[in-house]
């Protein structure tokens, strides 16, 4: 069948093509809405994870970087990484954290976005 308008709209329904695109809810629509969702670019998984100011990068790379150190040390000197109780209250939290705690003390800028201050 072919579309027709006007009086023969009545054939448009047998119209195969009419029985694949569907009511407003078929698979035919719910994928033509996702097609049109996914050439909005700003919706892109990329482009929404790539958010990170310049601010953030240079943050999590110095936390990185001080963690890095810090296991690097520990295994050199064959310490073990945690202790037996590692909550905020404990006088000693294992070896891992006193040595960010003892970073932290030295450099003002580390203090700022480790441990209880980090994301």
Do not use: Y
Not at 42 to 66: A, P, W, Y
Not at 92 to 104: C, Y
Request: proline content about 2%; overall charge positive.
């Amino acid at each position: 069948m072919i579309f027709k308008v006007g009086k023969e709209s009545i054939v448009r329904k047998k119209c195969p093509f009419v029985h694949h695109e569907g009511e407003h809810n078929s698979q035919h629509s719910f994928a033509m809405q996702r097609w049109n969702n996914l050439k909005n670019s700003s919706g892109h998984i990329d482009k929404v994870m790539n958010t990170f100011s310049v601010q953030e990068t240079l943050q999590n790379r110095l936390r990185l970087k001080i963690s890095l150190e810090a296991v690097k040390w520990l295994a050199m000197q064959g310490c073990a990484f945690r202790g037996h109780d590692e909550s905020i209250n404990s006088t000693n939290r294992g070896n891992f954290i006193e040595m960010i705690k003892l970073q932290e003390k030295v450099n003002q800028e580390i203090a700022e976005i480790v441990l209880e201050n980090s994301p």
